[in-house]
């Protein structure tokens, strides 16, 4: 497929520079790809933080006190295995 850019000298001038190559459409493509590249791994490595994040915890409140020293109603001692 043929397009046709608008793109500034400045940043013709840096994308040739970055990609190595000597013409400007195959400078203009490599770019593309490469940021399309980047962005698909971006968005799969954020996939499961997604998923982590709207996973059940029964326990977290539980956990949460605990951690800010603050116990059950009732415990007289140290809950184990925190």
């Keep these: 497929m043929r397009i046709t850019l608008d793109i500034p000298d400045r940043d013709l001038r840096d994308i040739l520079r970055?990609?190595?190559?000597?013409?400007e459409g195959v400078a203009v493509a490599k770019l593309?790809?490469?940021?399309?590249?980047?962005?698909?791994?971006?968005?799969?490595s954020e996939k499961p933080m997604v998923?982590?994040?709207h996973a059940a915890l029964p326990d977290w409140a539980q956990s949460r006190d605990a951690e800010k020293?603050?116990?059950p109603?009732?415990?007289t001692a140290v809950p184990t295995g925190l």
């Design 69 to 71: 020293g603050r116990w």
């Design 18 to 23: 970055y990609s190595g190559e000597e013409e």
């Design 32 to 44: 593309l790809t490469s940021q399309l590249m980047l962005r698909r791994r971006r968005e799969l």
């Design 51 to 53: 998923e982590r994040i």
């Design 73 to 75: 109603t009732g415990a």
